[in-house]
């Protein structure tokens, strides 16, 4: 366990940019951890975080804004979830982006359906930068404060090593049913 904290300490940075490009908020609240124990910087690491997360969805609304055909090729077996995307937008406005950034599995989708409408790029790099800013002090600080209770609770999934497939798998399940209920086709009477 020492040996994974020393990596995880020497590479925790780079994993953490890398992680958040594309979301990451598990290795936000890891970097939180370690940085409660004294293994990372938490400044550091909430400033990676956001970076990685603002950068991450500003590439994905420019990439399908610019790259369209490329883009809504890979996104054919996920048009329920664009459309979610699109009803939460019309629903909610411009707090679809803060909101976005807490929901998983919506995430990726929200940035990529608000760059196929004609919404303003400079408007939603703007949202986005200060909504990373929120997800990054919000995860990061809560799981900084919630360090001894986090830690605890991780050398615990370490020694009962059964369980984190368990608790992978049940809110994997979880996320997927939700998904598939918000997105499923009504049928019309």
């Known amino acids: 366990m020492e040996d994974t904290l020393n990596n995880l300490a020497t590479y925790g940075y780079i994993g953490l940019f890398l992680y958040s490009l594309g979301g990451g908020f598990v290795g936000l609240v890891a970097a939180g951890v370690l940085s409660f124990m004294g293994k990372m910087d938490l400044s550091l690491s909430i400033a990676i975080a956001f970076s990685a997360n603002a950068l991450g969805d500003i590439l994905l609304f420019w990439l399908t804004r610019y790259q369209k055909t490329m883009m809504v090729e890979g996104l054919r077996k996920h048009r329920r979830k664009v459309a979610l995307a699109h009803i939460l ?24 359906a608000i760059a196929l409408t004609k919404y303003d790029f400079k408007k939603f790099a703007i949202l986005n930068v ?44 979880a996320t997927w049913l939700y998904m598939e209920k918000v997105t499923k086709k009504k049928k019309k009477r």
């Open 130 to 173: 200060f909504a990373a800013a929120i997800w990054a002090l919000a995860f990061g600080l809560s799981s900084y404060y919630f360090g001894a209770v986090l830690s605890k609770f991780a050398m615990f999934i370490s020694d009962n090593k059964w369980l984190a497939p368990v608790i992978l798998i049940t809110i994997g399940g």
């Open 89 to 112: 937008m019309k629903k909610n406005g411009d707090w679809v982006i803060f909101i976005q950034k807490f929901i998983y599995g919506l995430k990726t989708v929200v940035p990529i």
